[in-house]
């Protein structure tokens, strides 16, 4: 995804921003008319993705929003809708002249104002709980657990396609501390788990017709993760792959750089550095669902930290980036949030300081915690995981022809046929928890 360094030109942003996408579509289709460098071809051709996933982000006109903030909200009502849209607290952009609103504006809204989210009707109070008691029991001395977890993912395609073959990528969980003991129990197709470690996957085959499913049953056991660091026996370790930028997300820009000077002052210890970088985010980062990774054209860590909000995702990626600026290994690590009530797609870090080895962090559930809760996702983790990828934009194996519904992470599974890439409103994707039961 190199090419999204690439810069619009002028006229394709301009009409872009006035929510004008079938006359940028009409500038794009006639520049790539044209002889261009090879990058910004990409760049082009990938705007013409970019926009449709854009559109499909926002599928809401202003009637159907205000009956979902009123179903939604408590006591909400249209002149409430109206005060939020003067005070720009709702997501919405203009799609040829016409008020479209994010599908997910109302838990955005949740998240930027705390009273909206005690009158928000799906809260997951239950789940926090169910996690906070763990974590208040592992710090008040029980030693750490283990856990056997047995899981479930389908995907479901939702229309025909004028196609041949269909092909699916489902995510499966990484072997590999603290993850033991995996197993396939149950799997609708014929398969191949991939032989690349850093991103697993049972890749599949069908025919691309409506209510073609694909089933995936698991079973993992896992530990949860406790570290003691003594900072005065951390030694300084560059793992060159782990200290890289990785373009277009994970790169040091002066803005970047100049935020880490202020975090960091003169520490030069790397955990105490790591810390400090922590602490930083969880303080400053407003938790805030994102658009699909794949309709920005920004870096990511730079829209966290002009923005000061971010998705689990987004604050993983801010604090690798921060850490790697300044010589500190960093990388991904992602999967599910998955405990005894439900499952869903969860990104969090990981940091190298010598002799520790690779060490936890979770910014976003930290940062929607406080003292010592928000202190232990520094360095431990609970097991309330499933870990299929250890890299952030990992190649399939075998790779995928059309760029992905996420060219960054892969939780819900992909599929494509030998023509084009379906996209998310074209399939269902369920998690189930089928177990969840402590092994020791």
């Known amino acids: ?38 990058l910004l071809r990409k760049r082009l051709e990938y705007e013409l993705e970019r926009i449709k996933r854009i559109v499909k982000n926002y599928p809401y006109d202003e009637e159907t929003a205000r009956s979902v903030f009123e179903k939604s909200i408590k006591d909400g009502s249209q002149n409430e809708f109206d ?29 930027k104002d ?24 592992i710090l008040d001395g029980d030693v750490p657990k283990s856990y056997r977890v047995s899981a479930e993912i389908s995907l479901t395609l939702k229309r025909d396609f004028d196609a041949k073959s269909l092909r699916c990528w489902l995510p499966f969980p990484k072997s590999g501390y603290p993850v033991s003991n995996v197993r396939l129990i149950q799997c609708n197709h014929e398969y191949k788990i991939s032989s690349n470690s850093k991103s697993v996957t049972l890749y599949m085959e069908d025919r ?27 030694l300084n370790s560059r793992i060159s792959k782990y200290i890289k930028e990785v373009p277009p997300h994970i790169v ?20 105490l550095k790591a810390k400090k970088i922590y602490e930083w985010i969880t303080e400053n980062i407003k938790y805030s669902y994102m658009h ?3 309709t920005y054209d920004v870096s990511l860590v730079d829209f966290a930290l002009s923005n000061l909000k971010g998705d689990c995702g987004v604050q993983a990626l801010t604090f690798i980036t921060m850490c790697r600026s300044c010589g500190i290994p960093a990388r991904w690590e ?25 060490l ?25 995981r499933m870990i299929a990828n250890e890299d952030f934009m990992v190649d399939f194996d075998p790779p995928k022809k059309f760029v992905r519904s996420d060219p960054y992470d892969n939780q819900e599974g992909e599929v494509e046929t030998e023509k084009e890439n379906i996209y998310y409103d074209d399939f269902e994707t369920k998690i189930n928890v089928i177990s969840f039961q402590k092994s020791n």
Do not use: C
């Not at 049953?217 to 003691?228: A, K, N, V």
């Open 1 to 38: 995804m190199e090419f999204l360094s690439v810069i619009l030109p002028e006229e394709i942003k301009r009409e872009e921003s006035s929510g004008n996408f079938g006359v940028a579509k009409k500038i794009i289709e006639e520049r790539l008319s044209k002889k261009l460098p090879s």
């Open 360 to 384: 936890p962090v979770d910014p976003s559930f930290g940062g929607s915690r406080k003292g010592k809760l928000r202190d232990f996702y520094f360095g431990n983790l609970d097991a309330f």
């Open 292 to 294: 699909a990774y794949s």
């Open 334 to 358: 992602s999967g599910w949030f998955i405990n005894p009530i439900d499952a869903g797609p969860h990104d969090w870090a990981r940091f190298y300081v010598k002799p520790y080895g690779w």
């Open 114 to 137: 705390e009273s909206y989210a005690k009158r928000y009707k799906n809260a997951r109070e239950n789940v926090r709980e169910l996690v906070n008691k763990r974590i208040l029991e």
């Open 83 to 111: 005060l939020l849209l003067q005070n720009g607290m709702l997501d919405y952009i203009l799609i040829e002249k016409k008020m479209f609103f994010e599908k997910r504006f109302i838990q955005n809204l949740a998240f």
């Open 208 to 234: 691309p017709k409506a209510g073609v499913n694909f089933t995936v049953r698991f079973e993992y056991t896992i530990e949860e993760e406790i570290s003691f660091v003594d900072p005065s026996k951390v």
């Open 252 to 271: 040091f820009s002066p803005y970047v750089k100049n935020i880490i000077s202020e975090i960091t002052g003169k520490e030069e210890n790397p955990y």
